[in-house]
């Protein structure tokens, strides 16, 4: 049973940060892949960032702006947004996956979703 809870959106001008928080709670919670995802309205939910056993990895229109990290301690996963665009505007979500899945780029691995947090960057 895991529970996530993302925390930390909101509006800034094109070129601002934002740190995102999801907290989870659950056991194992060391063992779990913890990704990012996005959606913007009419699109797909697009994979951010993910943290998991083989290590981080991103996407490519998020790499060298955004960084990933967790806390095992705190049950906390970041998600740190450097040189926010207009198109970085979407619905953030946090995931979970405890399957040690392969095909961390999609939303079907993940087992776990929090409810979301908007992100809205302004030009």
């Known amino acids: 049973q895991v529970q996530l809870a993302e925390s930390g959106g909101g509006l800034v001008q094109a070129g601002g940060s934002l740190r995102l928080s999801c907290a989870a709670s659950?056991?194992?919670?060391?063992?779990?892949?913890m990704g990012w995802f996005r959606q913007a309205p009419g699109k797909e939910r697009e994979f951010v960032a993910v943290v998991e056993w083989r290590g981080i990895f991103y996407a490519d229109s998020v790499k060298g702006r955004f960084t990933i990290s967790r806390d095992n301690a705190k049950n906390t996963v970041d998600l740190q947004m450097n040189s926010l665009k207009p198109e970085d505007t979407a619905v953030y979500y946090c995931?979970?996956?405890?399957?040690?899945?392969?095909?961390?780029?999609?939303?079907?691995?993940?087992?776990?979703w929090g409810q979301g947090t908007q992100v809205t960057v302004s030009s």
């Open positions: 659950g056991r194992s919670f060391s063992s779990y892949a």
């Open positions: 995931a979970a996956d405890a399957s040690l899945g392969y095909n961390y780029r999609s939303p079907t691995m993940y087992d776990y």
